[in-house]
């Protein structure tokens, strides 16, 4: 029954612990400013009459039912305003469009990692074992493919 009461050995690099010590740290940090931040909010209401109590709970709700009546009424209006949640105008697609002043070609040595690229893609795919790695390896990294077609496609336009 020894074998019940072994410690297990952790495998934690250096690295890792001292994330571990760094998160503990920050969290040790975030509770005592959460228990700080309860505690005067915990004196700033005991220092209220009960009349006041419910005089800020009235303005506070009726600040929440404001905020909300604006949110559904400029969402019924069509009106894109400052609380808009529509696309982002970051995500759009870039449309490349082909410069003639600027022709500048592709270097040989990133056209030769890509071109080696796509033939050690081809010929992994010839057998089963090579389909595996093939398609574990364009799981794993979904946006490889499009990342080399994007690069093509940005020495080809500039």
Same mark, same amino acid.
């Given at each position: 029954m020894g074998w019940f009461n072994k410690r297990k050995v952790s495998r934690n690099s250096g690295r890792e612990i001292a994330r571990d010590r760094i998160a503990k740290g920050? !969290? %040790?940090? /975030?509770?005592?400013?959460?228990? %700080?931040? !309860? @505690?005067?909010?915990?004196?700033?209401?005991?220092?209220? #009459?009960?009349?006041?109590? %419910?005089? !800020?709970?009235?303005?506070? %709700? *009726?600040?929440? @039912?404001? @905020?909300?009546?604006?949110?559904?009424? #400029?969402s019924l209006s069509g009106k894109t305003g400052g609380l808009s949640t529509g696309p982002d105008d970051r995500n759009q697609k *870039?449309?490349?469009?082909? #410069?003639? @002043? *600027?022709?500048?070609?592709?270097? !040989?040595g990133i056209r030769g990692r890509i071109a080696s690229f796509r033939s050690l893609l081809d010929s992994l795919g010839q057998t089963e074992q090579g389909r595996r790695q093939r398609d574990s390896?364009?799981?794993?990294?979904?946006? /490889?493919?499009? #990342?080399?077609t994007r690069v093509e496609q940005l020495y080809r336009y500039q």
């Open positions: 920050l !969290a %040790g940090i /975030l509770n005592k400013m959460q228990n %700080g931040w !309860a @505690a005067w909010m915990t004196r700033q209401t005991n220092r209220l #009459s009960p009349r006041g109590k %419910g005089i !800020a709970f009235f303005l506070y %709700g *009726v600040m929440m @039912a404001c @905020a909300c009546t604006y949110i559904i009424i #400029s *870039v449309i490349l469009q082909q #410069s003639e @002043a *600027v022709d500048r070609k592709m270097p !040989a390896l364009l799981q794993s990294r979904p946006g /490889l493919m499009d #990342s080399i």
